[in-house]
């Protein structure tokens, strides 16, 4: 009977210490995939931070030439320069009604850039 026990023993601590290698091994691979994921999300981040400060830049400098040209055509004397300044206006009306996120839609844009990135996330 303690010899029963006794392997009862030894085959209840080498269950645990078989489950606890298991999970510990789970709680590893937790945290590697986590890793990865933060890793994932830092990159989106970054691009749609960059790709965001690109289109604003272009945009306000887009803005600033076409309200350069409005004012240039607003004391021109030439006779189209009513012509002129609708054509402008209405640029500036389109600019104006495009949305800055309208590229950001695709999340094949962001894996794209983050292949270019030529960042590893290892397991």
């Known amino acids: 009977m303690v010899v029963d026990t006794f392997r009862l023993v030894v085959a209840s601590a080498n269950e645990w210490v ?17 890793m990865s994921q933060l890793e994932i999300i830092h990159v989106q981040r970054d691009f749609l931070l960059s790709a965001l400060d690109k289109t604003f830049d272009e945009r306000r400098e887009s803005f600033r030439r076409l309200f350069d040209n409005l004012d240039a055509a607003l004391i021109s004397d030439r006779e189209d320069s009513a012509v002129q300044v609708a054509d402008l206006l209405e640029a500036i009306t389109d600019l104006a009604k495009t949305s800055p996120f309208k590229d950001l839609k695709s999340p094949t844009l ?12 290892e397991l």
Not at 110 to 118: A, K, P
């Open 18 to 34: 078989t489950v606890v290698a298991q999970e510990r091994t789970k709680r590893d691979e937790i945290k590697a995939w986590e």
């Open 110 to 121: 962001v894996v794209q850039e983050f292949l270019q990135s030529g960042r590893v996330i």
